[in-house]
């Protein structure tokens, strides 16, 4: 059924002016200058100007999806679609022709009173460094073409959308994450003038062409894959057999291409990959606790803090800051931190018992908070340091055959991290399929039923909060060997809000999912030195895209899934077979 | 003997409303004792109680001898006593198979270091909790079983809803079963061949039931003794007929009626 006209232009306008807010909000906030000289294809093609685009391309995908009405599928046809998108383009671009012509109205000088973004930089940025007039008409045209595109790309079959989506992206990614790559290939000792242009930065028209077919293909095979292992599961589940390839087998590449990663990708970026295992360690520990027990913690800082100061207490030699410095080797220490994190998160958890939902949320955003006053405080000075923190944290050393290892170093860091983070996943993935993890959902799913069916809610909900306090701790622990000194300043509640963001992104209860959430959270900023500034905005923006459009995150927990796309499939009893036609009977009518 | 279940004097007030006043009752073991009364008149209540969801003001409730009072609801289902809900409670997005793995975890000790390291007694047991929660899926022959078991239990119909509830509390492994209302939402046939199984409990598992049911066609096949209650006091126990034909168990139906009317 095709929609009405009406409805088809009100959702476009809609979504034109959301496009244009979007549009006008990165420029104010100087998004789009800070993109300018990041150069994603040839020479033309600035991330700056992809950005410019990005809004009306999306709004206009999203626009022209097939909606359910009543019942009823209603579809756009080829033509509808692409007028629909081209006005959502128009308007985008219209919005942003509005603001330059009120900025050249007003004089820039006035405006930057206001907007301090609005440079003369950006105003040649938006006008494609043209003249005013031209350059203006010239992004409306553009808008206005990608819109169409985009949505023609919207109505399309999923079997041809999903290439070249995916294609899309590849290009993207390889374009943004140059530096990343182009180390790679040379550490490979691999050619990287065809695929990245020396005088741009950017991929080469034909790096582009090649990371776009390689995107398509890999979408292309991933279907395949997934038809085959359909059947497959299929025809096991008749043989009641096990799969043919054992799926331990696609470890070893994996395990392969992990362990040579710091060699390929020299320090800096070892450096970040580091960062990331950090926080796929928080975001493993939070998981159980949120993903797998399904108890809001909105203060798991205070165990990455914990996990920080016990490790720089226990393993300071000389005086750091604190009256104690027993000086324990790190491997030594671990245990104890773990142990101590343990404490840590019964004492939370313990109060907290009765508490569900928000209530228990607002608690643990307190506690969070109490652990970052606790460490400030002059009460623990002589052990924590206080306000000025701990100093000269030594970094865990190792001798290999006379050879010194420092695990300070990026790359001995991006082991240690590695080993922890394989532990960690090691432990939520055997938790998860065991009568622990069965008891953890089910308390989820409805704490009352699970407590009647014999599952002790307060053992299991403090057994929660001790394995997410244990795991989280291990993050603080990597964390104070990394940086060697600890301020209070560093443990603030944004640290929280990052982790729940990684498995929120991820999946929630999804290990895989959390190892996604942090390399997009952590990892992408952390290459891209330029998203630093817009963190917390991208994290907002990511977190309301993913919640309207694919809650269940990115990688799901297939629970989840069927949880937030529940259908209600009737099966049998009500359909199967004619009911006899004898009524039933209440007590008044049994005596009359 | 002493009975397997005895309720002294028990008591639950909801602010100034009594839902349980002074109520006394004994069920032996493997017996099927029916629990009727107009709607309001504290059945629900009486679960609730008894399994430790609320606690009660006065009274006692022993079972096989125990004061059950103040214990935690989940040790009170270790203990043996298991229920299902009036409005279906499931686990609904876990499958089928794992609602019913769920009931298992009572009688079962893998902890924390067992379950990570996988010792060879956590996957005995494992074995052991899957093999039961199969068997007492099994008790409602295939409704549940084969391709049934790896479906999330939100796609199922109403009645085999009601049908996991009993078989998650088979599960449990109880002594004594409650039913409240299972019949309820089932179309008759469904609720004659729920009357039988209700029988087949006793007879192939063993087990002592209590039952609350508005259907009295159900109440006449499955009791053994029907007690009715009324504001939270009973007015009459005894055979289906007896209480029945009861004036005042007639008396609070219609009246009841008659007001709501
Ligand atoms: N949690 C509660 N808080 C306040 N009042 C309650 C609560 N639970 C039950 N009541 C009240 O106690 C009385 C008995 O309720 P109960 O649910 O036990 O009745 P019932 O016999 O099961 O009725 P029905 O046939 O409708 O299920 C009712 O008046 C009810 O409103
Ligand atoms: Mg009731």
């Known amino acids: 059924m095709t929609m009405a006209r009406s409805e088809l232009r009100r959702r476009a306008v809609r979504a034109g002016l959301l496009a244009a807010v979007a549009i006008v909000y990165l420029c104010l906030v100087g ?470 963001a990684i498995i929120i992104l991820g999946g929630m209860g999804s290990i895989p999912g959390v190892i996604v959430g942090a390399l997009v959270l952590v990892g992408l900023p952390g290459f891209l030195t330029e998203f630093a500034e817009y963190q917390p905005l991208i994290y907002g923006a990511v977190l309301v895209a993913i919640m309207l459009y694919r809650p269940e995150g990115l990688i799901p927990n297939v629970r989840r899934t069927r949880e937030l796309h529940e259908e209600e499939v009737e099966q049998d009893a009500w359909l199967e077979g004619v009911p006899e036609p004898a009524p039933s009977m209440t007590l008044g009518e049994a005596v009359e | 003997m002493t009975p397997l279940l005895e309720i002294a004097g028990l008591t639950k007030r909801f602010g100034g409303l009594a839902a349980l006043d002074g109520l006394d009752l004994a069920v032996a073991e493997g017996e099927i004792v029916s629990v009727i009364g107009p709607n309001g008149a504290g059945k629900t209540t009486l679960f609730n109680t008894m399994t430790g969801l609320y606690g009660p003001d006065q009274g006692d409730v022993r079972f096989e001898g125990q004061s059950v009072v103040g214990l935690k609801p989940n040790q009170i289902t270790r203990l043996g006593i298991s229920r299902t809900f009036q409005t279906v409670h499931l686990f609904p997005n876990m499958t089928v198979l794992e609602n019913a793995m769920v009931g298992q975890h009572c009688r079962g000790r893998a902890g924390l270091v067992s379950s990570v390291l996988r010792l060879p007694a956590q996957r005995n047991e494992e074995e052991r909790i899957r093999d039961r929660a199969r068997d007492c899926l099994s008790f409602f022959g295939g409704r549940l079983s084969g391709y049934r078991h790896d479906q999330p239990a939100f796609t199922l119909s109403y009645a085999n809803r009601r049908r996991l509830e009993i078989s998650r509390a088979l599960a449990t492994e109880p002594k004594l079963l409650l039913l409240d209302e299972p019949t309820a939402g089932m179309n008759p046939k469904e609720t004659l061949e729920l009357t039988d199984q209700i029988w087949r409990l006793r007879k192939d598992r063993g087990l002592t039931i209590l039952v609350i049911e508005h259907d009295m066609r159900v109440v006449k096949g499955v009791s053994d003794r029907v007690v009715a209650l009324d504001y939270g006091k009973k007015i009459a126990e005894g055979t289906y007929e007896e209480v029945a034909h009861n004036e005042r168990v007639i008396e609070a139906y219609l009246g009841r009626k008659a007001a709501a009317g």
């Open chain 1, 31 to 500: 998004m789009v200058q800070a993109f300018s000289t990041r150069n994603i294809v040839g020479g033309n093609l600035p991330l700056s100007r992809i950005l410019l685009l990005l809004p009306s391309a999306v709004a206009a995908s999203l626009a022209v999806r097939p909606r359910v009405r009543g019942g009823v599928t209603m579809e756009l046809n080829m033509g509808e679609a692409a007028g629909a998108g081209a006005s959502i383009g128009l308007i985008a671009g219209a919005a942003v022709a509005v603001g330059i012509g009120i900025v050249n109205l007003i004089g820039q000088e006035a405006v930057r009173g206001v907007f301090n973004a609005v440079t003369s930089a950006l105003m040649l940025t938006l006008t494609l460094q043209r003249s005013t007039v031209v350059g203006t008409a010239i992004l409306v045209a553009l808008s206005t073409a990608t819109g169409a595109l985009f949505a023609l790309a919207g109505v399309l079959a999923p079997r041809l959308r999903r290439p070249i989506v995916t294609g899309l992206t590849v290009v993207l990614l390889m374009g943004m994450l140059q530096s990343v790559v182009r180390v790679m290939l040379v550490q490979l000792g691999l050619a990287t003038q065809w695929l990245y242009s020396v005088t741009f930065g950017g991929l080469t028209y034909l790096g582009a062409v090649a990371s776009f077919a390689a995107g398509m293909a890999a979408a292309r095979l991933w279907a395949l894959r997934r038809e085959a292992a359909a059947a497959d599961a299929a025809e096991r589940a008749e043989a009641g057999g096990r799969p043919r390839i054992p799926r331990a087998m696609l470890l070893v590449p994996v395990g392969f291409v992990l362990l040579a990663l710091p060699a390929l990708l020299g320090t800096f970026l070892s450096a970040v990959l580091g960062q990331v295992g950090i926080f796929v360690l928080m975001g493993l520990g939070l998981n159980i606790v949120v993903g797998y027990a399904g108890l809001l913690d909105l203060g798991y800082v205070a165990f990455f803090a914990v996990g920080a100061y016990a490790t720089g207490v226990l393993t300071a030699a000389v005086n750091s800051g604190s009256s104690l410095h027993p000086g324990l080797p790190f491997l030594l220490a671990v245990p104890i931190v773990v142990l101590i994190a343990v404490a840590a998160g019964l004492l939370i958890g313990g109060p907290v018992l009765r508490l569900r939902g928000d209530y228990l949320a607002i608690v643990t955003l307190g506690f969070g908070e109490i652990a970052r006053v606790l460490v400030t405080s002059d009460w623990l000075k002589s052990f924590l340091g206080g306000a000025q923190g701990l100093i000269a944290i030594p970094a865990p050393t190792m001798s290999v055959g006379g050879l010194h290892i420092d695990f300070r170093n990026p790359q001995p860091f991006y082991y240690l991290a590695l080993g922890f983070c394989l532990l960690a996943a090691f432990v939520s993935w055997r938790l998860a399929n065991s009568r622990v993890g069965r008891a953890w959902n089910a308390m989820r799913e409805d704490e009352q039923v699970a407590e009647a069916m014999g599952v002790s809610t307060v053992r299991y909900k403090l057994l929660a909060f001790a394995c997410g306090a244990a795991i989280g701790s291990l993050g603080g622990a990597l964390f104070a060997v990394q940086i060697g000194s600890l301020a209070p300043s560093s443990f603030v509640f944004f640290i929280s809000i990052q982790s729940l």
